[in-house]
């Protein structure tokens, strides 16, 4: 049967990858601290009722979601990206991924550490809303990417502080233009 009560929360955990040895003290606290971060960010209740909902409105038991781990370093890098998460569809293991301590120290001096931090949470949430959706979609990435958008953006309107920073955040982390694309059809109410 499918609930709506936050179901989601008790397979969220970390794992930390120790064939990973070539970090450096001060990179290993910095991933280890962005991991619990990490932890935080989805098991927020907010939004752990939030993914109950779509996981309801999407059809997706959650049964067959049956591991989300949240890696402590950064995946190796793909096509120019650092990819944000993965999903084996067959097995029901989502992986989420950090950005790198390079790429942070290059957003902190730019916006600062606040903004920072609602980047990070905002991008993990994407990341796990986006791989759920794969359980359903599979290789259909156009539509899990759309779809993505869309829930993304429906969190993060009521739960940042300001529904401005849903926009900033959505542009942060989708590619501006084809969230102004996705804003002009919600307006004009294509998606009810
Ligand atoms: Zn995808």
Redesign the pocket.
Known sequence: MLQQSPVLSSKIKIDVDYDKTDYSERHVSFYTKYSCFTLKALRKSSFQKFLGSMLLSENIEETIVNTIDIEVYPASRKKGNYIA?R?NVFKGNIRIYPKTIKFCNVFRRKFGQEILFAYAGSRARAALI??LL?LKYVSD?EK??ELTKIYFYAYSKNHLAKSSNAVRMCEFIFDAKSFKILQERLKSNKYG
Request: net charge negative.
């Open positions: 998460g999903c986006h791989e794969h990435e899990v990417r």
